[in-house]
């Protein structure tokens, strides 16, 4: 009779939990300056290179989606593995994984093997944003690094420029984030740059009709032809919005006005369930501001329940092949010094 009764009693304790609730100030006692290096790698990153604020900001996005907030998208692909670099949004696309090495060495020379990649991303994506004008704000941390990485999943799960928004609302909606969150959350094509790649279609063959989307700015439409010809580089970049480098509600204003980079961006003004929150967003920055930090913090709550370690380097993990057997293809690799 007693030995079953101490097995259930034990077994909540004896089993690890996989998923420890994130809390804020996670690393007070065992790395306390976790966030102030952070921040000041970020803001010389972005002194830098001023893009590549946003560029560690889309981390968030794409480590979050795909299998929780693990810091997956960050594994260079192995001889046994295909990561999520190669997948089909992430490929030629995804850039300034050196600014996350460079954080990650900053931080294990302070405190070796305590602060999580999956961290990193979360708090330099919250740095970017406060760096960029937008708003500041407490994040939570405490996230494990995932063992592996998954460019199927990676493929499966993120969305296409050519998404509409009604596509976009349930894609969301799979992850409990709701039609509010979804407008407040691509409030952060406030910042950065698209590639041709992701908007020839619309401007020449919209839904395969073989004419231009005729949501876009007539005016606006001419500059992008200019920019991104028919058969031209698809690698050649505009702005998501025109204050590319400030993090505020321009990004709302020029939706309505028909001048969104992406298909993505101006169906949340044509789709009649997103546009009251463009309308509203576009004239109030502080209630977008204060949606879109509810709504990074939500996306910073996915997490996939797996078990998972405190990475050394945020590109391998700790008992994975030596780092330079790792494939080549991941040029910008940083020589890393532990
Ligand atoms: C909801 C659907 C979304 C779609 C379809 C989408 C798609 C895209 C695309 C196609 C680009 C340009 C990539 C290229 O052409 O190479 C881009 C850039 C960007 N996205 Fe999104 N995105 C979405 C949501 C988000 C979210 C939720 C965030 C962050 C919270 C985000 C942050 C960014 C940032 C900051 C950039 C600029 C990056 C840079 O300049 O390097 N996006 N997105
Ligand atoms: C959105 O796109 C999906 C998939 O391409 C399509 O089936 C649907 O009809 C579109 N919805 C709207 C409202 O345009
Ligand atoms: C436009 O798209 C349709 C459908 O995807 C395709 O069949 C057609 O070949 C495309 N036209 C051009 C000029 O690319
Ligand atoms: C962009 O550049 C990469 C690497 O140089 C190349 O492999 C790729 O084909 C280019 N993509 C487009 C759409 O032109």
């Not at 921040?39 to 981390?59: C, D, H, L, Q, Y």
């Not at 876009?216 to 439409?221: D, G, S, T």
Request: glycine fraction near 8%.
């Amino acid at each position: 009779m007693l030995l079953p009764f101490v097995f259930l009693c034990l077994l909540p304790a004896a089993v690890p939990t996989a998923t420890p609730p994130l809390q804020p100030g996670y690393y007070t006692k065992t790395c306390p300056n976790a966030e102030l290096i952070v921040r000041n790698v970020m803001k010389k990153a972005m002194i830098r290179e001023p893009r590549s604020g946003a560029s560690v900001m889309r981390f968030q996005f794409h480590d979050c989606f795909v299998n929780g907030c693990d810091g997956s998208m960050l594994l260079d692909d192995t001889p046994t593995m295909l990561g999520e670099k190669l997948s089909l949004s992430n490929i030629d696309s995804l850039r300034s994984y050196e600014v996350v090495d460079e954080i990650k060495e900053a931080i294990e020379m302070a405190c070796p093997r305590t602060v999580s990649c999956a961290d990193i991303i979360v708090m330099a994506s919250r740095d970017a944003v406060a760096l960029s004008g937008g708003p500041d704000w407490e994040v939570k941390l405490g996230r494990k690094d995932s063992l592996t990485a998954s460019q199927q999943d990676a493929d499966d799960i993120m969305p296409s420029p050519r998404a509409n928004a009604s596509t976009l609302i349930d894609l969301f909606a799979k992850f409990d984030l709701s039609v509010k969150d979804l407008v407040a959350l691509l409030g952060s094509h406030s910042i950065g740059n698209g590639r041709c790649f992701s908007i020839v279609f619309r401007l020449y063959n919209q839904s395969g009709t073989g004419l231009p989307d005729p949501t876009i700015e007539p005016k606006f439409r001419r500059k992008l032809d200019k920019l991104c010809p028919l058969g031209g580089d698809g690698n050649v970049t505009g702005d998501l919005d025109f204050t590319p480098h400030i993090f505020d509600n321009q990004y709302f204003k020029d939706l309505v006005n028909g001048r969104g980079f992406l298909n993505s961006d101006e169906t949340l003004y044509t789709y009649w369930k997103t546009r009251e929150y463009v309308r509203r967003y576009r004239e109030d920055q502080e209630e977008f501001f204060r949606d879109f930090v509810e709504g990074m913090i939500k996306m910073g709550d996915l997490q996939s329940g797996r078990p998972g370690e405190i990475r050394r380097n945020c590109r391998v993990v700790n008992d994975g092949p030596p780092v330079d057997l790792v494939l080549e293809r991941f040029k910008d690799r940083k020589k890393l010094s532990y």
